[in-house]
């Protein structure tokens, strides 16, 4: 009888102790949401703003609809290779998310991520969709990491290998030359076979970082990473390469695509609008047409940005209007 009384005390006051904290944490969330939907509206409306359609327009029928079919089937490999992040994620962290339910979710995050950046796609709509299907922050914070690190893996093995082979040469006028840019490519490559090596070989598997616990994944688990992401940056340079002239060089226009990738992080410009096209420009106006390089961006752009980032929104919208109750659901199984 004293053990219970003992337990029944010891709960109640973890319940009062942890009123606060779940008070804050409720505020939080309601500014977090509030934030949302201000910020994603806006975003859309300048994205749209600033996009010359009548441009866009002419840029795609400029192209066979055999050229246009065959760039629409290639992004949608791309998506679904990136949908695959969060399929590894779920074996990964263990949760009970079904791969239908967890599929739409990443198909939203990465049309969101390319056009409105990271912040918004990437993580704060992960975030809030995860958690209205009964993810909780910890496990929302893990799948986004190991997505992180799938997508950067990939970008590294890529990259180190076309910068490292000299596939790609730069202006002599750029601060990186061309020597340069196959030692940053020698570097990326001992960074992700350093992962890799970590993967297979570290002792100590788990670390915490700001009360978040980071855990090593198998060498399977980190060799399906690198293949994903590989794979994915293969294909968004693959949707630009079929919509180029016959004479384009791939493993060429896959370096360009990884630079100017870079360039729009740095610039913070969502969906890198002008960024893309000045890379592009600068570094292959000696091997192509300026008119036949903006027809090739602007169409990838509309098939590989614009398209699927209008079937997001419904997505979202249907996500939205059913997330709560398949999460009631998922709490349920749980």
């Not at 299907?133 to 910890?138: A, H």
Request: hydrophobic share 50%.
């Amino acid at each position: 009888m004293i053990q219970a009384s003992d337990a029944s005390s010891e709960r109640t006051s973890v319940k009062q102790g942890s009123k606060p904290q779940s008070n804050k944490w409720k505020w939080a969330k309601r500014a977090f949401n509030v934030f949302f939907f201000v910020a994603v509206p806006v975003l859309l409306f300048l994205l749209v703003k600033n996009l010359d359609w009548q441009e866009v327009k002419q840029a795609l029928l400029s192209y066979k609809i055999s050229t246009l079919a065959l760039a629409f089937g290639i992004a949608l490999c791309s998506y679904l290779t990136y949908c695959c992040f969060d399929v590894l994620a779920r074996f990964y962290t263990g949760h009970k998310l079904s791969i239908q339910q967890v599929v739409p979710v990443a198909f939203v995050c990465y049309a969101f991520n390319l056009n409105l950046s990271s912040w918004v796609g990437g993580i704060a709509l992960r975030y809030r969709l995860y958690s209205r299907l009964g993810l909780d922050v910890p496990t929302i914070t893990r799948i986004l990491s190991l997505s992180l690190i799938t997508n950067w893996l990939g970008y590294m093995l890529v990259a180190g290998v076309v910068f490292s082979m000299g596939f790609l040469e730069l202006p002599k006028d750029w601060a990186v030359g061309t020597t340069s840019l196959r030692l940053i490519g020698v570097a990326l490559l001992v960074v992700a076979v350093g992962y890799l090596l970590a993967c297979r070989f570290s002792k100590r598997r788990s670390w915490t970082i700001r009360e978040q616990e980071v855990t090593l994944p198998s060498l399977k688990q980190a060799l399906t990473q690198a293949s994903l992401g590989a794979l994915n940056w293969s294909l968004m340079a693959l949707v630009i390469y079929t919509l180029l002239p016959d004479k384009a060089f791939y493993p060429a226009i896959l370096g360009v695509l990884l630079i100017s990738s870079i360039a729009g992080v740095i610039t913070h410009i969502p969906a890198g609008l002008g960024v893309l096209e000045t890379v592009f420009i600068t570094l292959m106006q000696h091997e192509f047409s300026k008119g036949s390089l903006l027809a090739a961006l602007i169409g990838y752009r509309a098939i590989y940005f614009l398209m699927p980032l209008l079937i997001a929104v419904v997505v979202y919208l249907i996500l939205e209007k059913r997330s709560k109750k398949m999460g009631e659901r998922n709490q349920a199984k749980l």
